[in-house]
């Protein structure tokens, strides 16, 4: 177990909601110490989904969640079936006066459930929709360091169809991190707000950028590629914030010798917020203390929209922050923040 875990257990059998899953300290700034600037860590929800195997044994999957994504843990609520779903939803629920749909982990990972086990509803929000998963356990809150979250192996991977976005090994086994973006894609659950906004935006984008973007998701790094695509624009697409800073060093370097500025070679950052080895916070703050780097635009785009992760990319210094996936936003602020480069 990395040295730096610290685990809390999670409250079993009643509404458990996200400030009782965790109270952790506050730094000087207010915030909470795991989301203080430059800190890249992470808090996850540890969950299980059970399987029984064909030899009689069941198995038990160790999984997470951001718990910045996750807003109450219930016992699973009443749900009512509804037509021209896809087979991976198990239809709707009323949770705190609104119907939201209920999706099976298990059915979407094609496993055999245990007939007679007590069911619990992570009730998550991101991407601007709210969605209820049916697991079989809630643990405990583990606190981690994203330089801890390793690449899935691939085989295992392959099995859950590409959506383990890392690993960490903690004294119960390997813990699973899942894209719920890429999940609810699967299932045809995942909006791209003005989507026809990009033909339009294309016409009247009168210059085209070099974009340099960052996620983890495969789901995400497709979608933002193939707006920013349509949109006329060059995009150089990394799986975390390492990949993309190493690159800008080395463009550094280039620029450097060919006396050149860096906006000749790259105009604007986009960064995910969550990201293993590093996360888009610290990358934020590494460009903006950068000499040579810290006038290239920086844009978060995250999934989470709440006021803490507003002030977390105002404290690193980004430019601005954007919740997944609007394409007139995007679009829009390509437009106002991308450098214009003189002098080429």
Known sequence: MPGDMESRQVS????????????????????????????????????????????????????????????????????????????QVEGMAEIRGELIPVISLARWMGLTEPLKYKKYVLYMEFLREKVGVIIHDAKRIRRISWADIKEAPVILNQKLNGRITGVVETEEGLLLILDFEGILNDMGLLNVFDADYLEKAKEEQEEKFTIYAADDSSTARNLIRNMLTKLGHEVVIFENGEELWNALEDLLEK????????????????TDLEMPKMDGLTLTKKIKSTPGLMHIPVVLNTTLSDEANKMKAKSVGADDFIVKFDAKELADIVSRLALRVKGE
């Open 255 to 270: 620029a450097k010798k060919e006396n050149k500025n860096i906006s000749n070679y790259v105009q604007l950052v986009i």
């Open 12 to 87: 079993q059998g009643s509404v458990v909601d996200r400030g009782t899953l965790a109270t952790p300290k506050k730094s000087s700034s207010g915030l909470p110490e795991v989301l203080r600037t430059g800190a890249n860590e992470l808090e996850i929800v540890d969950f299980r989904i059970f399987e029984d195997k064909e030899d009689g044994s069941r198995y038990e999957w160790i999984m997470g969640v951001n718990v910045a994504k996750v807003r109450e843990v219930l016992r699973l609520p009443e749900i009512t079936k509804v037509p021209n779903m896809p087979p």
